[in-house]
């Protein structure tokens, strides 16, 4: 694929739009009189990698999320930059895997969850009654903190997005593509036929990131991706997910203050009662951060 189809497919958000609703689609007017599209971060890479400025892929604004009446997220803001590594970290309990789950309606499950205030994908509202969840999730992709793999082949698991998408045109090539990206394809490309639920817990997570990579997403979410894994598997998933980055937006949620530091770009400290306590370079929130509450935090004083 060119850059120039990706850039032209990377910013039609019709892509997330119900049919017939897509030709009264209007963007969200920004407050600064700026377009979300056409706005820009600056985001430092690790040691020097990636620097310079990203465009906006996710911005949540005055974002607020409630399970009844119990408040999992306060208020929070924060723009998510493109083909970054974002981690959120936090307490058990501080509202990390809600604003994960967030992003692409996943808390559109559970029937006790509201939703207040606005998170933008590419400047839409993701939460607006034209927005097809399922059509989202194809975009914004997501792998779990226990892998599950699907009872079928391994070549079957990565191959079924794109058959319940009827996209199914030069599959085999797909599936090897997705299965090389996620660090796979030669630990499997003799045994594609057998169940995957005969790899390894490392593999396994692997195989999931393939199968969500599949699709070709635009955002990978990540929600304690190698919290069940050896520390050798966890090498290989960290070691992927920095290679995942160079080509989607991965936001990863982690209690691994280690694992944040060393994969991230920047960094979101969530703490108790779901409030966003300080976003900003990975280097600079466990260096120097601005909050006392954060330096506590990453100094084991607390949580």
Same mark, same amino acid.
Request: charged fraction near 30%; include cysteine.
């Given at each position: 694929?060119?850059?120039? $189809?990706?850039?032209?497919?990377?910013?039609?958000?019709?892509?997330?739009? %119900?049919?017939?609703?897509?030709?009264?689609?209007?963007?969200?007017?920004?407050?600064?009189?700026?377009?979300?599209? %056409?706005? %820009?971060?600056?985001?430092?890479?690790? !040691? /020097?990698?990636?620097?310079?400025?990203?465009?906006?892929?996710?911005? &949540?604004?005055?974002?607020?999320?409630?399970?009844?009446?119990?408040?999992?997220?306060?208020?929070?803001?924060?723009?998510?930059?493109?083909?970054?590594?974002?981690?959120?970290? /936090?307490? %058990?309990?501080?509202?990390?895997?809600?604003?994960?789950?967030?992003?692409?309606?996943?808390?559109?499950?559970? !029937?006790?969850?509201?939703?207040?205030?606005?998170?933008?994908?590419? /400047?839409?509202?993701?939460?607006?009654?034209?927005?097809?969840?399922?059509?989202?999730?194809?975009?914004?992709?997501?792998?779990?903190?226990?892998? $599950?793999?699907?009872?079928?082949?391994?070549?079957?698991?990565?191959?079924?997005?794109?058959?319940?998408?009827?996209?199914?045109?030069?599959?085999?090539?797909?599936?090897?593509?997705?299965?090389?990206? &996620?660090?796979?394809?030669?630990?499997?490309?003799?045994?594609?036929?057998?169940?995957?639920?005969?790899?390894?817990?490392?593999?396994?997570?692997?195989?999931?990131?393939?199968?969500?990579?599949?699709?070709?997403?635009?955002?990978?979410?990540?929600?304690?991706?190698?919290?069940?894994? !050896?520390?050798?598997?966890?090498?290989?998933?960290?070691?992927?997910?920095?290679?995942? &980055?160079?080509?989607?937006?991965?936001?990863?949620?982690?209690?691994?203050?280690?694992?944040?530091?060393?994969?991230?770009?920047?960094?979101?400290?969530?703490?108790? @009662?779901?409030?966003?306590?300080?976003?900003?370079?990975?280097?600079?929130?466990?260096? $120097?951060?601005?909050?006392?509450?954060?330096?506590?935090?990453?100094? @084991?004083?607390?949580?």
């Amino acid at each position: 694929m060119t850059q120039d $189809n990706v850039t032209d497919d990377r910013t039609d958000r019709s892509t997330i739009v %119900s049919p017939e609703d897509a030709g009264n689609e209007s963007e969200t007017p920004d407050p600064s009189g700026e377009s979300s599209l %056409s706005r %820009s971060i600056a985001a430092e890479g690790r !040691d /020097g990698e990636r620097v310079g400025t990203a465009q906006t892929v996710l911005e &949540a604004r005055d974002l607020n999320v409630y399970y009844d009446d119990v408040q999992a997220i306060d208020d929070v803001s924060l723009a998510i930059p493109e083909n970054r590594v974002t981690a959120l970290i /936090g307490p %058990s309990g501080c509202g990390k895997s809600t604003f994960l789950r967030s992003i692409n309606r996943m808390n559109d499950l559970i !029937d006790a969850a509201r939703i207040e205030g606005e998170l933008l994908f590419r /400047g839409k509202n993701v939460y607006d009654d034209d927005v097809d969840p399922v059509a989202l999730r194809r975009k914004v992709g997501m792998v779990f903190q226990h892998p $599950n793999p699907f009872p079928k082949s391994i070549y079957d698991n990565v191959a079924y997005g794109l058959r319940i998408q009827d996209d199914t045109e030069n599959l085999d090539e797909r599936v090897e593509t997705a299965l090389k990206r &996620a660090a796979l394809w030669d630990e499997v490309k003799d045994q594609l036929d057998e169940s995957a639920l005969d790899l390894s817990g490392g593999q396994q997570q692997r195989l999931c990131i393939a199968r969500a990579i599949a699709v070709d997403p635009e955002v990978i979410l990540m929600d304690e991706p190698a919290s069940a894994l !050896d520390p050798i598997a966890t090498s290989k998933i960290e070691d992927l997910i920095e290679e995942l &980055a160079e080509e989607y937006t991965v936001v990863i949620v982690t209690h691994n203050m280690q694992q944040a530091a060393r994969i991230s770009d920047r960094t979101a400290v969530f703490l108790t @009662g779901g409030e966003l306590v300080e976003y900003d370079d990975t280097e600079t929130i466990f260096e $120097n951060p601005e909050s006392q509450r954060v330096e506590d935090y990453i100094t @084991g004083k607390f949580g």
